[in-house]
């Protein structure tokens, strides 16, 4: 179903009226995680009067530690769905457990898969039994036919709206959180007719590479970018380091937008 070879169109997923491929950038951007609705609602309309067109905050964090900060859980969606009713921005979240799949669907516009969950292959069958689009992050180690297989779980299952989102993958370089690979973009357009988009915030893991590598994204043809943007990142819960302020999310999307032009 995702095979390229079967659908020589490129596909273009709406997500609550927001396009996103065939010339259609989702610009997504937010904190790593919902930490209040004062810090949301002030990031949503920063990232909003730049031009962003979703609003992206974890409520469930899958960290690596049990002791770091976990999410606001339900707590955290509601605030989402707050802010949401304030801005009009659609939501992007993660969801780690099929138990809170109904709750997504009611208030998620683009439900995250997180890199290490991408092959968790029952809570991608679960995905099927709605009808929101996905938004699947490459796995820290996966191949491109492993991440194309894990999104043919989900178009299997019965939902096909799915967007791919390439976040870095782990390599023997440990200066960066991950590294980039911008190859996936050409190589996943010509295996599958999905978009996809890139996620420098999570690749780099340092706030300086997000514009460079988001700049270089688009102009490799990527299907838009999800950016973690925080009002005060060195007080930030999970992320801060990898956290642009508004005023750079501001400044990087007007380049974006001028590469997005040419090309
Ligand atoms: C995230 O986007 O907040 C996240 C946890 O990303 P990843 O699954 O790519 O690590
Ligand atoms: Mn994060």
Known sequence: LANR????????????????????????????????????LEIAQAVKASGANMLRGGAFKPRTSPYAFQGMGVDGLKILSEVKAETGLPIVSELMSPEYLDLFNEK???????????????????LGDINRPILLKRGLNATYEEWV??????????????????????TFESYTRNTLDLQCIPVMKKLTH????????????KWWLVEPMAKASIAAGADGLMIEVHNDPSNALCDGAQSLKPDKYDELLKNIVEIAHVI
């Open 194 to 205: 999905l978009p996809v988009i890139i996620d420098p915030s999570h690749a780099g893991g």
């Open 149 to 170: 297989m894990s999104a043919e779980y989900i178009m299997a299952s019965g939902n096909e709206n799915v967007i791919l989102c390439e976040r870095g993958i782990r």
């Open 5 to 40: 070879a079967f659908h020589p169109e490129d596909s273009c997923i709406d997500v609550s009226g927001v396009k996103v491929g065939r010339g259609h950038l989702a610009l997504i951007a937010g904190p790593c995680s919902v930490e209040s609705t004062e810090q949301v």
């Open 108 to 126: 998620v516009d683009l439900i995250q898969i997180g890199a290490r969950n991408m092959q968790n292959f029952d809570l991608l069958k679960h």
